[in-house]
């Protein structure tokens, strides 16, 4: 599975949210975001606990003043939806399996509809640059045919 960023590697400003303490303005000019995808290695058929493995989503911002609230979205992938689950693919063969946004594996990361959490994090002036890990889960107990099964997620920095 590969999380791809809109813009081949360009997050575009979709909403200008500009959360900041009282008094303090702040404001960015642009910011960039880099992926390591989610891969999760092989699948064994029926096993016992979920494959776990971790990604992570950089973002690097410019022209950053005061304290900036910016928010990342995951696109729902080839499955049109965050819950149940995801879905990874092989022609017509399905593995499903999830991205979160917390360790706990409980905040399913999108853009919070349809049972999801939206991700966030505080961009500053002396702090431009941000790391926030992607929590990957294949759910256990499936039986797919051998393959190799992948999802394409779009990732969207609204800042």
Do not use: C
């Given at each position: 599975m590969a999380l791809h960023p809109r813009g081949v590697g360009t997050a575009f400003a979709l909403l200008a949210v500009l959360a900041a303490p009282p008094g303090r303005a702040g404001s960015i000019t642009s910011c960039t975001v880099m992926v390591t995808g989610v891969a999760f290695g092989t699948y064994t058929p029926l096993q016992a606990s979920a494959l776990d493995i971790n990604g992570t989503i950089n973002i690097a911002c410019t022209g950053v003043t005061g304290n900036n609230a910016?928010?990342?979205?995951?696109?729902?992938?080839?499955?049109?939806?965050?819950?149940?689950?995801?879905?990874?693919?092989?022609?017509?063969?399905?593995?499903?399996?999830?991205?979160?946004?917390?360790?706990?594996?409980?905040?399913?990361?999108?853009?919070?509809?349809?049972?999801?959490?939206?991700?966030?994090?505080?961009?500053?002036?002396?702090?431009?640059?941000?790391?926030?890990?992607?929590?990957?889960?294949?759910?256990?107990?499936?039986?797919?045919?051998?393959g190799t099964y992948t999802d394409t997620i779009t990732v969207t920095v609204n800042y």
């Open positions: 910016v928010t990342i979205d995951l696109g729902t992938g080839g499955s049109n939806s965050y819950r149940p689950t995801r879905t990874l693919a092989n022609g017509t063969s399905t593995l499903s399996y999830n991205l979160y946004f917390d360790a706990g594996y409980s905040q399913v990361w999108g853009n919070g509809t349809g049972g999801s959490v939206e991700g966030s994090v505080s961009i500053k002036k002396n702090l431009p640059n941000a790391s926030l890990p992607v929590y990957g889960a294949i759910a256990a107990g499936q039986d797919p045919v051998p």
